[in-house]
């Protein structure tokens, strides 16, 4: 039996210690995480909306990760974070990745800024500059607690109660008329996310359960359901 392919957008950074080399990559954890499940890890690296048509029609799933903010031009407001962190290049790859999974109905799972620019894509907006969610604490361990809406897969995995890792600064604001939340922060923000009455293999998370899932059998657990079931 083949394993499926699971396509995973890469991010871009300049490496300074190569003469400002860009490099693109996928962080390891991830692809430890989606092999551990079964599946072949892609690394999809930025290109142009020709090049995201070609990489969704070659897999079987797509996980988008997390990185840069996501610029607020894109849901029409001016640019008030204070973290000037932005990737045009990628925002524009990454909204032809996500349209064309759509189109064509392929599974979509997404990690932090990638949640963010799902509800974007669907015509949600986001707090530019949210509060106390870049946590001080190394990134493998998790800093505050999270509530799983009953019914939810989230809550089949998790229980109703578990701790996670928070390591942004834009969160969902207004969410996008398609979806539903599936899990809160103590302070209400959306922790993840799903298409309503399961319309789309959809699952978007606020948090990195990459950079838990080799300590923690319920974030390994989480890409095993992507992996073989969403």
Wanted: charged share 20%; aromatic share 8%.
């Amino acid at each position: 039996m083949s394993k499926p392919v699971i396509g995973i957008t890469a991010n871009q950074r300049i490496n300074n210690s190569q003469d400002n080399t860009l490099w693109s990559y996928v962080p390891t954890d991830v692809i430890n995480s989606v092999a551990e499940a079964g599946g072949l890890p892609l690394m999809l690296p930025i290109g142009d909306v020709t090049s995201a048509i070609a990489y969704v029609s070659m897999v079987d799933k797509i996980i988008v990760i997390g990185g840069q903010n996501v610029d607020p031009y894109i849901y029409g407001e001016e640019n008030h974070a204070l973290d000037d962190d932005f990737l045009e290049e990628r925002d524009n790859f990454e909204l032809a990745i996500i349209n064309e999974s759509l189109a064509r109905k392929k599974p979509l799972f997404t990690i932090c800024r990638g949640t963010q620019l799902m509800n974007v894509a669907l015509g949600g907006n986001l707090y530019q500059d949210i509060k106390g969610h870049w946590q001080p604490e190394v990134a493998q361990a998790p800093s505050h607690e999270v509530v799983f809406e009953e019914g939810s897969v989230l809550r089949d995995i998790y229980g109703q109660y578990s701790t996670i890792n928070s390591i942004h600064r834009q969160s969902i604001k207004k969410l996008a008329t398609p979806l539903e939340a599936i899990a809160y922060a103590p302070d209400h923000t959306i922790e993840a996310v799903t298409f309503k009455n399961q319309a789309f293999p959809f699952l978007g998370v606020q948090w990195h359960p990459e950079l838990l899932a080799a300590s923690r059998p319920q974030d390994q657990a989480l890409f095993n359901y992507v992996v073989n079931k969403l």
